[in-house]
């Protein structure tokens, strides 16, 4: 079921202003329906979780599987 721009910023932790500029930018899954914005609760999570930084530990551990299948 969609939600509304508050709902959304509630959900993602960012100001409304800070929404409408993401959606100007194209960078946040969202609809349009007349003048409402609306958005899934699923692609926002989605949305959150790709722009995820990696921990030492995960950039060091994908190294050696590289280096492992590298060297084979």
């Known amino acids: 079921m969609p ?3 508050e709902e959304a910023s509630r959900l993602i932790g960012k100001a409304k202003p800070t929404i ?7 960078k946040i899954p969202c609809y349009k329906y ?6 899934f609760e699923e ?10 930084k990696k921990t030492i530990q995960e950039i060091e551990s994908e ?10």
């Not at 409408?20 to 194209?26: H, K, N, P």
């Not at 590289?66 to 084979?72: A, G, S």
């Open 3 to 5: 939600i509304g721009i």
């Open 20 to 26: 409408y500029a993401l959606v100007r930018q194209r």
């Open 34 to 39: 007349g003048k409402k914005l609306y958005f």
């Open 43 to 52: 692609e926002l999570l989605e949305w959150i979780s790709k722009g995820k």
């Open 63 to 72: 190294a050696l599987k590289y280096n492992h299948n590298r060297n084979k």
